[in-house]
């Protein structure tokens, strides 16, 4: 009698599913997930990769790493895994939220970021990798990968720097960092390019702005006017 009266009771204080209602608990359903962890993610990660099926893998790292953002070891998973799966655009933007959450290795990530741009030259990939470079004032690094790409893509890139100082400057942002990064990038994708009057103006108007670097754009400027009497723009 007195177990029958427990369960009327709980069957009248649990309350009942209705349709559409997804809120209640299936402890079935939920038992590997209760005791998931960080190492059991990362085993399946792995087991996924043995079995071919990357983009299972670049799912399952994903996933993870949203429950648990400041594992590394996972999230050099899921940015290597995009690269491979060619999801640039997440691989981006998991960098940006790794280097947040884990500084210290910032190049290590660059490191990896910049060999696979090499491989691929994924425009916004590169995009991604140059304005890091430019934020951290790595000019000969920018230069160099600017040396290395293939055309268009140093083009492509100065018209996306340019589009990006005019829209800061239209919206009144003109004397902000990032309109001295974009001034930057642009000077130095139209100095790959070729157009050194363009590269020498824009570089000019970043001295002021940015007297940490004022050594190494000065020399730049100074190469130029060299080769700016002979360009065929003047």
Same mark, same amino acid.
């Given at each position: 009698?007195?177990?029958?009266?427990?369960?009327?009771?709980?069957?009248?204080?649990?309350?009942?599913?209705?349709?559409?209602?997804?809120?209640?608990?299936?402890?079935?359903? *939920?038992?590997?997930?209760?005791?998931?962890?960080? +190492?059991?993610?990362?085993?399946?990660?792995?087991?996924? *990769?043995?079995?071919?099926?990357?983009? *299972?893998? *670049?799912?399952?790292?994903?996933?993870?790493?949203?429950?648990?953002?400041?594992?590394?070891?996972?999230?050099?998973?899921?940015?290597?895994?995009?690269?491979?799966? +060619?999801?640039?655009?997440?691989?981006?933007?998991?960098?940006?939220?790794?280097?947040?959450?884990?500084?210290?290795?910032?190049?290590?990530?660059?490191?990896?970021?910049?060999?696979?741009? =090499?491989?691929?030259?994924?425009?916004? =990939?590169?995009?991604?990798?140059?304005?890091?470079?430019?934020?951290?004032?790595?000019?000969?690094?920018?230069?160099?990968?600017?040396?290395?790409?293939?055309?268009?893509?140093?083009?492509?890139? @100065?018209?996306?720097?340019?589009?990006?100082?005019?829209?800061?400057?239209?919206?009144?942002?003109?004397?902000?960092?990032?309109?001295?990064?974009?001034?930057?990038?642009?000077?130095?994708?139209? =100095?790959?390019?070729?157009?050194? !009057?363009? @590269?020498? @103006?824009?570089?000019?108007?970043?001295?002021?702005?940015?007297?940490?670097?004022?050594? !190494?754009?000065?020399?730049?400027?100074?190469?130029?006017?060299?080769?700016?009497?002979?360009?065929?723009?003047?």
């Amino acid at each position: 009698m007195i177990a029958r009266m427990v369960c009327i009771s709980l069957v009248f204080r649990c309350p009942r599913a209705q349709p559409g209602d997804h809120s209640t608990i299936d402890i079935g359903n *939920r038992g590997d997930d209760v005791f998931e962890t960080q +190492e059991k993610v990362l085993r399946k990660v792995y087991q996924d *990769r043995e079995k071919g099926d990357l983009a *299972r893998a *670049r799912q399952r790292a994903v996933e993870g790493l949203r429950k648990w953002p400041d594992d590394y070891d996972l999230a050099v998973e899921a940015v290597q895994l995009c690269f491979e799966t +060619e999801d640039f655009n997440e691989a981006t933007r998991l960098l940006k939220s790794v280097m947040r959450h884990h500084p210290r290795e910032k190049g290590n990530l660059l490191d990896l970021t910049r060999e696979t741009c =090499l491989h691929t030259w994924n425009p916004a =990939l590169a995009w991604f990798l140059l304005e890091v470079l430019v934020r951290g004032r790595e000019i000969d690094a920018v230069r160099d990968l600017l040396r290395r790409a293939p055309a268009p893509l140093p083009d492509d890139l @100065a018209k996306r720097a340019r589009t990006r100082k005019r829209s800061l400057e239209e919206n009144g942002q003109g004397r902000s960092p990032g309109s001295t990064d974009a001034a930057l990038l642009l000077g130095l994708c139209l =100095l790959e390019t070729g157009r050194h !009057a363009e @590269a020498a @103006a824009a570089l000019g108007s970043v001295l002021p702005k940015a007297p940490e670097i004022a050594h !190494a754009v000065g020399e730049i400027l100074v190469d130029l006017e060299r080769e700016i009497p002979d360009d065929a723009e003047t």
